[in-house]
């Protein structure tokens, strides 16, 4: 067994095999002792109560000595004792697992993007007790992985994504995800091995003997499916691990709704300031800058220079780029430049880099240089 396993869980261990051993004796049934490994509750459960009928039949039957029967009576008070214990931590477990699902959708909440999202969901599998968990995104009728996660092995998760992504799955081709984008409910698959309808290059790469497989639906939609395998209490997994993949994916919906409408209002806020800046520069060439309002007074004007007197190449400029200019030669950064023309930055920017482009400057330096030289002054936005 691991080192990490807690030291309760390492007694129970030895109780079980304890009570076990006990009944194989009495009863001469060697098959009912597991094999040797990490503690599976369930299976555990599932022993100790055959332990419980043998014993209990032995004590009905006939032929048995007093003696006999009170060294039965007291194993069969054991083992109930035992599997007590062993029900208990298995409700435990679960009841653990659901607070689990909850705090690793809590953590997604601070994710913003899609991408984002979807590298964290095997991740955030791992954390609820598996050993291997994949995301796949659905189109069409192929479902495409797209990130994974393979406890301490690097190799693996690249690897399973690389082949689920090079060989997507195909529904139809594949029954357990058919059924599971069909009917929209988790599913499990006890067989992998000696299933012919599962994904065989992923199957052969994991060795995994079952699996749970389950719909993440967002917008009404299954959009992709979660796998997992070897829930690390057991190695395996079971009904129960289908039920709780079912419920994290669940809220993974909700999630992927949650982050897809803001990257929805992100792209309509861009597209909206784009349509602005447009608006804007159309009517700065057609009005003119627009004048400042009453309450803040207007910058002293600069010695007057005409655009029909402006030499080459500042007569190539348009009559938005010299007041651009002009507020470049006063020394003015473009936020200042923009607020006193009443555009946005962006729209100063894009300004300055044409005004650059004519000039043949290198930078704004060299472009204040050249207006100097060619007209001894500031020139003055043409009106």
Known sequence: MDDDVPADRHQMHRAVRDALARTAELTREPGLLPARGALDLRLADAALHTAERLLAAR????????????????????????????????????????????????????????????????VEAGRLGYRRALISRLQGGDWTAQAAFADEDPWLTAELVRIGSTSPG??????????????????????????????????????????????????????????????????????????????????????????????????????????????GDVLDGVLGPAGPPEAVPAPPPAPPVSFQQLRWPLSELTRRELDVLQHLCAGESNAEAAAKLYVSVETVKTHVKSVLRKLGAANRAEAVALVKDLTGQVPAPSR
């Open 170 to 279: 195909r529904l139809g081709r594949e029954l357990p995800e058919t059924e599971v984008v069909r009917r929209r409910v988790p599913v499990l698959v006890r067989d992998a091995q000696s299933n012919p309808r599962v994904h065989r290059e992923l199957v052969t790469l994991s060795g995994t003997r079952c699996y749970v497989a389950a719909p993440l639906v967002a917008r009404g939609e299954v959009v992709a499916l979660v796998h997992a395998d070897q829930h690390q209490d057991s190695g395996t997994v079971d009904s129960f691990d289908r039920e709780l993949l079912g419920l994290f994916a669940e809220g993974l919906g909700l999630a992927f709704e949650r982050v897809y409408c803001q990257e929805q209002l992100r792209a309509l806020r861009s597209r909206l300031e784009d349509q602005a800046r447009f608006v």
């Open 59 to 122: 004590l009905a039957g006939p032929g048995t000595d007093d003696e006999a029967q009170r060294r039965l009576a007291a194993l069969l008070i054991a083992v109930q004792a035992v599997r007590g214990s062993v029900r208990q931590a298995e409700l435990s477990r679960r009841s653990a697992a659901v607070g689990n699902v909850r705090e690793a959708l809590h953590r997604l909440q601070s994710v913003t993007t899609l991408a984002e999202l979807v590298q964290q969901v095997p």
